[in-house]
Structure formats: structure tokens, C-alpha cells
């Protein structure tokens, strides 16, 4: 119940504080013995800043911040040095930015400051529009234990000892940091480090050098009311060539298509911002394709938040991509060439593209695969779930193979994660003991998870039941990868009884799991769910019918609510739908949408009827 919920969640975080304490005066006894030692790595410097932004794009989105990177171009990216420190630095500086910042954006930079044939120097920097400092609070930032004021740990938490690690760490790797800021007015954080160049500079996620040259004939318009995003999605682009307008608003933008369909020069492609003021992104989409001069502009939209069901409704509008901030260059470009490719041509000088999760409009959906993962290292079990959820999953987790095996008696799994080495009983030893279990759970799918790549490994892992082998360090591509061969084999294996039942979007697996399969309790939770959102469609036609919006938006969200307990997607997604729209004061189309949802909950009506039938 909610108490019970409110107290877990205050034993969750108050462990997950002990626990960054912890670590932190650890890192700060070995930062004072001098023993903190660094490593010597390969790695790319756009990819370090892009994969700590998307740690914390929940966090800021929650707090409606605008979050993005911007790396500049003349950087050499290719670089050897402790990647783990780099990122642990931007981490601690990111964290206190989102934290303190109450409205506006967190930017995070990267700039040459210098280079020889063999190093380069770089100037980062994490600049926000925060709650500032006072000049004379400035001089404690980096001194350990301490914070600006007493307040400031009673209102925001924390330890003080992050910036006095970030300073002793960016010491330690031979480079200097410090700040600028005023109180009310927002900070700079920044700092400078000396890192080697690679000696064959590996080429990025997607490289620039297989951009079609057609793609600088193509004309682009930036629509986004945060000035900063269209300054960085600009120059992100502007390396590409196309020729870039920006607007402001939705209004101006529709005045600047408009006017350049008239001139005979229309844009190609236009980029809207979902959340903007007085007509969002998808708002404006619905505009410029009911406009027959405008129709046939591509669009791709870009969002600060990932709702349930969105990607599907931008594919419905019309949109050619669906992009969560902050969005990779890599995934920028992946979208326009795909947008665009049918209007170029020179369409033989672009390499084949390989697929993005986060490109194609329908991708960013939650995945109904039911995984486990098994991992007694923390560090490797924080890495593979934010891998997984990067990739639309999500797991639970095992810290060992005696706690698999027991919940593998107790739940349903389709695909286990299962890390070799480990306490009590080890990934050999888990495998072969789930292959003696009664049932279904006997069939699971397992893919072990090992630092050992030799072939007699993977002889092994087959000898003992593993049906596939990923390697460590495990790369999100290649983990994708595993997953979506594997999800497809699941799906032809998969049997129900959604077969015999009218076609609807349904998750029978979460229906099935919190029904315990009892059929009969099925059928009365779906009977229950039908007359009360029966009830509450009466009430959202009467608050229409008033434009009532706050109880639209009520009556609609207790709908989403009930329909998402019990997997009814498509309905879940309606609800949604009208929420956000009554959130918004957007009555425009509602009626439909009211109308579709009456449809679908006679839908249910008459599967509970096949179900008493079966």
C-alpha cells in the first residue's frame, strides 16, 4: 500500500545516500594516501560527455531542465587516458548542476584548448542556470565536508565531499579546475586535463565521412523556444551542410514554411520541439500536414520526456523519428539520412546504416521481454540495467546463482543474463541446476556473461545448458543485438491464447504474472475494469461537453491508471494521451479520442465475453 511504498522508497534512498557516502570517503582516503592509481585507456572523448548526459536525462527532465552536450568539431575525440576518472569528474559536477538547478538548462562542454602531434588539451566546462554562488561562499566549494551553507544540505543533501574529489582526481591527472558564478544568475564549472592521442584514431559510432553530399542541397528548419538547443542541434548539423533557419515558436515556424513553400523553396526536413509554449511539437505536426503546400516536409520531433506510447503517436502524425534528449549526433544524423534518403541523390555514396534504437519513430517501446540478470558485482549490475533500459528493457536482478534459482520457482522468465563467476553458486552450477526444474522454467533462455573469451569457455557454457555468450566488456550494440535475435526466436516459440481472442493490445504476460494464471480472477479484473471505466467515460464526455479540463484531465488519468495495471496498452496509451492534451488546455481532437476509447473498452467488453466462451 502507499505507506508501505513510502517506506521502501525511504529505505531505497537513504541506502542509496549511506552507499555514495561510502564510496565517497573511500575515494577520498585513497585521493589523501596518494594510492588512487589511473589508468591508461582508448576512448572517445563525444562519447564519455554523451553517455553522462544520459544519466542524468531523467533526473533533468523531471525537473523540466533542458539537458545537452556540445562537443566542438576542431576536438580530436580519439584519446588515451583514465576515461573512468574523466567520468567520474563530469558526474559529480552534472549532479550538483541538476540539483541546483531549478528552471532553464545544464550544458556540457568540450573544447581544444590546445594539441601537439601527440596530446591534446581540453577545456570542459558544465554550465548551468541555477541558484549560483556567493563570491564569498566560492572559496569552501572544493574543501572537503563542505557546502555553500548549512541550508544547502538540509534543502539539497549531499556529503561535500564531491567537488573536493573532483579537484584532488583532476590534480591527480595533471590539469586544474575551478569556477565562476553569481548568486541567482547560475555557475560554470570547469576544468582542464592533458589526455594522449590515440595512435590510430578509431572512427566514431557513425562517421562523418560516409555523409551523402546530397545532403547539403537540402534545406532544414530548427523549431525549439530554447535558444541553447537550437544553437547546438545547429551546429551539430551545420557539419553536414545543409542549409538551417531557425523559429522560435510554433507560429513563426509556420510563417517560415509557408512563406518558403510560396518561393518555391521548401524546406525538407523540419526538427519541432515537443514541449514548447502556446502549440507543442505535436500540435504544429498536425498543422503542417494538414497543409497541402506543406505535407510533404519530413519531420522528425525531439522531447525532454519519454512518454509511454509517444513514439507511436508521432509515427501516426507523421513524424520520420522520435528522439529523447539528449540526443547523440549519431543518432541526429541516423535519423535525417533516413528521413531524407528517398530525396537525395546520391544515394550510392551512403554507407548502409545499421539500425538505432533510438532512430525510428516506432523504436523507443518497452519491451515485453522478461529478463533476469544475474551478477554479483554492483558496478557491472548498475552498468547492464541502465544498457538495458538504454534499449528499451527492463530486469530484475539476481546477486548470485542460489538467488536465480529461487526466483526462477517463483516467477516466469523469457531470457536469463548470467554472469559466470560468482559466490554461493556460480553461473555453471545456477545453469545446470535450472535445467533440472519442473515446468516451463526449465526452458529458459540463458546467455552468459564472462571476462573469459576463450573457445574452450564457450564450450563449456554450452556443456552445462547456456543457449548463447556475450563477452565482457559488453557493448550496447552487441547486446542489442543478442536481445532482438533472441526475442524473435521467444515470439515463434510463443503460443497463447491471444489467438483464439479478438485482436487487441494486450500484454497477456503482465495479466497472466499478477494473476498468478487464474483465469477466473482475469475475467473479473477485466469485468471490474470495464464497469468502472465505463463510469469514468461518462464523466470525461460530461467535463468535455463543460470543457471542464481538470476533470478531464481526472477522469482520464484514473482511466490510464487502471488500464495500465492491467497491461490494456492501447487504452493506457488513450488515457495518456488525454491527460497530457487536458494538462496542456488542448481540446483539439478530443472528441475523437474520446470516441476511439469508448471503442476499446467495448473491445475489452467482448474479450471477457470470448473468455467466458473459451
Known amino acids: 500500500n502507499a505507506q508501505q511504498r513510502d517506506f521502501a522508497e525511504t529505505i531505497q534512498s537513504s541506502g542509496e545516500t549511506l552507499l555514495t557516502l561510502i564510496n565517497e570517503i573511500l575515494d577520498f582516503s585513497k585521493l589523501e594516501a596518494g594510492e588512487m592509481d589511473l589508468e591508461m585507456l582508448d576512448f572517445d572523448v563525444s562519447t564519455c560527455l554523451e553517455e553522462v548526459a544520459e544519466l542524468f536525462a531523467a533526473a533533468a527532465h523531471t525537473r523540466q531542465l533542458e539537458l545537452v552536450t556540445l562537443v566542438y568539431r576542431n576536438l580530436p575525440t580519439g584519446l588515451k587516458g583514465d576515461v573512468g576518472r574523466l567520468r567520474q569528474i563530469l558526474t559529480n559536477l552534472v549532479s550538483n548542476a541538476v540539483k541546483f538547478t531549478h528552471d532553464g538548462e545544464v550544458v556540457i562542454q568540450a573544447a581544444l584548448r590546445s594539441e601537439t602531434d601527440t596530446t591534446a588539451t581540453i577545456a570542459f566546462s558544465v554550465v548551468d542556470t541555477g541558484i549560483g554562488i556567493p563570491a564569498a561562499a566560492q572559496q569552501k566549494l572544493f574543501q572537503p565536508f563542505s557546502q555553500v551553507d548549512a541550508s544547502t544540505t538540509r534543502r539539497y543533501g549531499g556529503t561535500g565531499l564531491g567537488l573536493a574529489i573532483s579537484k584532488q582526481l583532476v590534480e591527480l591527472m595533471g590539469g586544474e579546475i575551478g569556477v565562476e558564478s553569481s548568486e541567482g544568475q547560475g555557475s560554470r564549472f570547469w576544468f582542464t586535463l592533458t589526455f594522449e592521442k590515440q595512435t590510430a584514431t578509431v572512427s566514431p559510432d557513425l562517421s562523418l565521412a560516409v555523409i551523402p553530399q546530397a545532403l547539403s542541397q537540402l534545406r532544414l528548419l530548427i523549431v525549439d523556444d530554447n535558444a541553447t538547443n537550437r544553437k547546438i542541434v545547429r551546429y551539430q548539423i551545420s557539419a553536414w551542410g545543409m542549409s538551417i533557419d531557425e523559429a522560435d515558436s510554433a507560429t513563426t515556424a509556420l510563417a517560415r514554411l509557408r512563406d518558403q513553400a510560396a518561393a518555391g523553396t521548401p524546406y525538407n526536413l523540419a526538427i519541432l520541439d515537443m514541449q514548447m509554449p502556446d502549440m507543442d511539437g505535436e500540435m504544429l505536426a498536425r498543422q503542417i500536414k494538414a497543409d497541402r503546400t506543406l505535407s510533404q516536409t519530413k519531420l522528425i520531433m525531439m522531447t525532454s520526456v519519454n512518454h509511454w506510447g509517444s513514439a507511436e503517436r508521432a509515427l501516426e502524425l507523421g513524424f520520420s523519428a522520435y528522439l529523447v534528449k539528449p540526443v547523440r549526433q549519431s543518432r541526429l544524423l541516423d535519423s535525417i539520412v533516413n528521413a531524407l534518403l528517398p530525396l537525395t541523390t546520391d544515394q550510392s555514396s551512403v554507407a548502409p546504416r545499421r539500425s538505432s534504437v533510438a532512430v525510428s519513430a516506432t523504436a523507443p517501446q518497452r519491451s515485453k521481454l522478461k529478463i533476469l540478470l544475474v551478477e554479483d558485482n554492483l558496478v557491472n549490475q548498475k552498468v547492464t540495467l541502465h544498457q538495458l533500459k538504454y534499449l528499451g528493457y527492463t530486469a530484475d536482478v539476481a546477486g548470485n546463482g542460489q538467488e536465480a534459482l529461487q526466483l526462477l520457482k517463483q516467477l516466469s522468465y523469457d531470457l536469463v543474463l548470467m554472469d559466470c563467476q560468482m559466490p554461493v553458486l556460480d553461473g555453471y552450477g545456477a545453469t545446470q541446476a535450472i535445467r533440472q526444474l519442473d515446468g516451463n522454467a526449465k526452458d529458459v533462455v540463458i546467455i552468459a556473461l564472462t571476462a573469459n573469451a576463450m573457445k574452450e569457455d564457450q564450450e563449456r557454457c554450452a556443456e552445462v545448458g547456456m543457449n548463447d555468450y556475450l563477452s565482457k566488456p559488453i557493448l550496447k550494440e552487441t547486446l542489442a543485438a ?79 491508471g487502471a488500464s495500465a495495471n492491467l497491461g490494456l496498452v492501447t487504452i493506457q496509451a488513450m488515457a495518456d494521451q488525454l491527460e497530457l492534451q487536458a494538462r496542456q488546455n488542448q481540446l483539439q481532437g478530443m472528441p475523437d479520442l474520446v470516441a476511439r476509447l469508448h471503442t476499446s473498452v467495448g473491445t475489452v467488453r467482448s474479450m471477457v465475453a470470448a473468455i467466458k466462451g473459451i
Do not use: M, Y
Open 482 to 560: 543478442k536481445l532482438a535475435q533472441w526475442s524473435e526466436v521467444l515470439e515463434q516459440r510463443s503460443v497463447s491464447e491471444r489467438d483464439h481472442l479478438p485482436e487487441f493490445a494486450i500484454d497477456w504476460e503482465h495479466l497472466h504474472q499478477i494473476c498468478d494464471n487464474n483465469a477466473e480472477f482475469e475475467q473479473e479484473l477485466l469485468e471490474t475494469f470495464v464497469e468502472d471505466a465505463q463510469l469514468h467515460l461518462i464523466g470525461l464526455e460530461a467535463a468535455l461537453t463543460r470543457h471542464d479540463l481538470k476533470q478531464l484531465e481526472q477522469e482520464a488519468h484514473h482511466i490510464k
